[in-house]
């Protein structure tokens, strides 16, 4: 990480960093490096930052795809070393120092940065994925939001009870924090569409189902914590099956445990894998597809590579793999930023990353979240507005901010969902 200006004969040219993905990690890593004395390239297949924390409110209607979303270029636009493009990368040249785009493109560079993040990992099922979309994308939130919303609108004009118990049917397949949070949001959905605006339905038709193939959800929280949200869930009316495997999803039909389950909407969060980096760099991947670093975020063995974010395995003090949150990638990309900056600028080496976690929180409904850290465990209705604070402050600058806090506090003060649409072709 040293020396800032290369020369190429008698020319001399800044250092070239390229940074593939534009989520929590990368966009902090090249916010950290910016107006450095290098040239910075940020590369995404999207123009926009997403924060996917908050999928689950676009899925069901509380905010806007808008709301959760920055361009990339609005974001970096004031560092007049930064540079944006929008492709998809397809692999990496690693023995000519580049990056490979779908189109063919290639982009050069001196130091690599991969933050790609994960997708859903869907057991070597990915067939079932346009039945079960997951939530990593405003398409897929969409996608789920009109699936929900369909199914009320035409629940309401049959006269066919089992199309009816069909359409008001949704099934979640994962217990963890996405599982959850889905479930406790729908369920509060059909609860106020059924009261307030559909005259034909009664509370009790419409259905969700959260399936989970472990013995418990929220595996990676206090057992306490957990059982306070299991209880939440099945108060405001989610059945919960626990020891329940997935064995087939086609055409709006869960099979699991033996049953049929059909449903107008099914949503995956059952666990994720690595984006292709390891197949990328031609090194065996870890659990879950994600590739072990150092204690600086390099990837052994290859020099001037870095990884950060959910295809990362790195580790804690104690050898213990970090997981795949926000967070971690967000400080990844902060502490490699400055790392390279300082590298370039002929500072001091840095000291190895260490993760500071910041707590875990989990929002079940209406007043009702879990909140766990190092020092506190917490629930009820100040787990929930940590958690809003929580959320709230790792959006992506203060409008987003603001328009985030006023959804809620109307959403709140209202328990209107104002994003209700449905494009028009369904």
Same mark, same amino acid.
């Given at each position: 990480?040293?020396g800032?200006?290369?020369?190429s004969?008698?020319?001399?040219?800044?250092?070239?960093?390229?940074?593939?993905g534009?989520?929590?990690?990368?966009?902090?890593?090249a916010?950290?490096?910016?107006?450095?004395e290098?040239?910075?390239?940020?590369?995404?297949?999207?123009?926009?930052?997403?924060?996917?924390?908050?999928?689950?409110?676009?899925?069901?209607?509380?905010?806007?795809?808008?709301d959760?979303?920055?361009?990339?270029?609005?974001?970096?636009?004031?560092?007049?070393?930064?540079?944006i493009?929008?492709?998809?990368?397809s692999?990496?040249d690693?023995?000519?120092?580049?990056?490979?785009?779908?189109?063919?493109?290639?982009i050069e560079?001196?130091?690599?940065?991969?933050?790609?993040?994960?997708?859903?990992?869907?057991?070597?099922?990915?067939e079932?994925?346009?039945?079960?979309?997951?939530?990593?994308?405003?398409?897929?939130?969409?996608?789920?939001?009109?699936?929900?919303?369909?199914?009320?609108?035409?629940?309401?004009?049959?006269?066919?009870?089992?199309?009816?118990?069909r359409?008001?049917?949704?099934?979640?397949?994962?217990?963890?924090?996405?599982?959850?949070?889905?479930?406790?949001?729908?369920?509060?959905?059909?609860?106020?569409?059924?009261q307030?605006?559909?005259?034909?339905?009664?509370?009790?038709d419409?259905?969700?189902?959260?399936l989970?193939?472990?013995?418990?959800?929220?595996?990676?929280?206090?057992?306490?914590?957990?059982?306070?949200?299991?209880?939440?869930?099945?108060?405001?009316?989610?059945?919960?099956?626990?020891?329940?495997?997935?064995?087939?999803?086609?055409?709006?039909?869960?099979?699991?445990?033996?049953?049929?389950?059909?449903a107008?909407?099914?949503v995956?969060?059952?666990?994720?894998?690595?984006?292709? $980096? +390891?197949?990328?760099? &031609?090194?065996?991947? @870890?659990a879950?597809? /994600?590739?072990?670093? *150092?204690?600086?975020?390099? %990837?052994?063995?290859?020099?001037?590579?870095?990884?950060i974010?959910?295809?990362a395995?790195?580790?804690?003090?104690?050898?213990?793999?970090l997981?795949?949150?926000?967070q $971690? +990638?967000?400080?990844? &990309?902060?502490?490699? @930023?400055?790392?390279? /900056?300082?590298?370039? *600028?002929?500072?001091?080496? %840095?000291?190895?990353?260490?993760?500071?976690?910041?707590?875990?929180?989990?929002?079940?409904?209406?007043n009702a979240?879990?909140?766990q850290?190092?020092r506190?465990?917490l629930?009820?209705?100040?787990?929930?507005?940590?958690?809003?604070?929580?959320?709230?402050?790792?959006?992506?600058?203060?409008?987003?901010?603001?328009?985030?806090?006023?959804?809620?506090l109307?959403?709140?003060?209202?328990r209107?969902?104002?994003a209700?649409?449905?494009?028009?072709?369904?």
């Amino acid at each position: 990480m040293s020396g800032s200006i290369e020369r190429s004969g008698n020319v001399a040219r800044r250092r070239r960093v390229v940074v593939v993905g534009g989520g929590f990690g990368g966009l902090a890593c090249a916010s950290a490096l910016g107006n450095a004395e290098v040239g910075v390239t940020l590369i995404d297949r999207r123009n926009h930052n997403l924060f996917q924390p908050l999928l689950y409110q676009v899925a069901t209607a509380i905010l806007s795809p808008a709301d959760i979303s920055e361009p990339l270029r609005r974001t970096l636009g004031r560092y007049r070393n930064i540079a944006i493009v929008l492709a998809e990368v397809s692999g990496v040249d690693v023995q000519h120092k580049a990056v490979v785009t779908s189109e063919g493109m290639r982009i050069e560079y001196d130091v690599l940065v991969l933050a790609t993040g994960s997708v859903y990992n869907y057991f070597g099922h990915d067939e079932w994925q346009p039945d079960a979309p997951g939530l990593k994308t405003n398409r897929e939130a969409r996608c789920i939001r009109e699936r929900l919303l369909l199914g009320f609108e035409r629940a309401e004009i049959t006269l066919d009870p089992v199309e009816r118990k069909r359409n008001l049917t949704a099934v979640v397949v994962g217990g963890g924090p996405t599982g959850v949070e889905m479930a406790g949001a729908m369920a509060e959905l059909g609860a106020f569409l059924i009261q307030r605006d559909f005259r034909n339905l009664a509370r009790d038709d419409f259905r969700i189902i959260l399936l989970e193939a472990s013995s418990g959800i929220l595996a990676g929280f206090d057992p306490e914590l957990a059982r306070y949200a299991l209880e939440r869930l099945q108060t405001i009316g989610v059945e919960v099956r626990t020891k329940t495997s997935v064995e087939a999803i086609e055409d709006g039909v869960v099979t699991a445990g033996g049953e049929r389950i059909e449903a107008a909407t099914i949503v995956w969060g059952a666990g994720v894998r690595a984006s292709p $980096v +390891a197949q990328w760099l &031609g090194i065996a991947p @870890g659990a879950s597809g /994600r590739v072990p670093v *150092e204690p600086d975020l390099s %990837v052994a063995g290859l020099p001037d590579i870095y990884l950060i974010g959910d295809a990362a395995a790195a580790r804690d003090e104690n050898g213990k793999v970090l997981p795949a949150l926000a967070q $971690v +990638a967000k400080q990844q &990309g902060t502490y490699l @930023g400055k790392a390279l /900056r300082a590298g370039l *600028e002929g500072h001091a080496t %840095v000291k190895p990353f260490k993760f500071r976690n910041r707590g875990a929180t989990a929002v079940i409904g209406r007043n009702a979240a879990i909140f766990q850290s190092s020092r506190f465990r917490l629930r009820g209705r100040v787990a929930w507005f940590l958690w809003a604070l929580i959320h709230v402050y790792l959006l992506v600058n203060f409008e987003k901010r603001l328009l985030v806090s006023v959804q809620w506090l109307w959403t709140y003060l209202t328990r209107q969902r104002n994003a209700r649409v449905i494009d028009d072709k369904f």
